[in-house]
């Protein structure tokens, strides 16, 4: 019986570190990079600060980032985010 964990436990280790591996790369590409948290926090505005608080960083971080852009179409989706 302890010869099947000495076998099993090393390989559902492995399997589990492998699976972990893929959803990490995964969640990388979908993550908010440290630099761009940094920036937000540095030049944020009022109504941005209210997204972060309201609907979180996602939706904070694409006002900051409309705002960035500037311009008319930029100002007019953020209207309809606030929505």
């Known amino acids: ?4 964990f000495v076998f099993a436990v090393p390989l559902v280790v492995m399997f ?3 699976f972990m591996e893929r ?3 995964r969640l990388r590409h979908v993550a908010v990079q440290e630099d761009e948290v940094e920036q937000f926090l540095e030049q944020a505005q009022p109504d941005e600060v209210r997204a972060l608080y309201g609907h979180g960083i996602g939706r904070a ?3 900051f980032r ?3 852009l500037g311009g008319k179409a930029a100002r007019q989706r953020a209207r ?4």
């Open 23 to 25: 959803v990490e790369a």
């Open 80 to 83: 309809r985010i606030r929505i």
């Open 66 to 68: 409309l705002r960035r």
């Open 61 to 63: 971080l694409e006002l």
């Open 1 to 4: 019986m302890t010869v099947w």
């Open 16 to 18: 589990f570190a492998l």
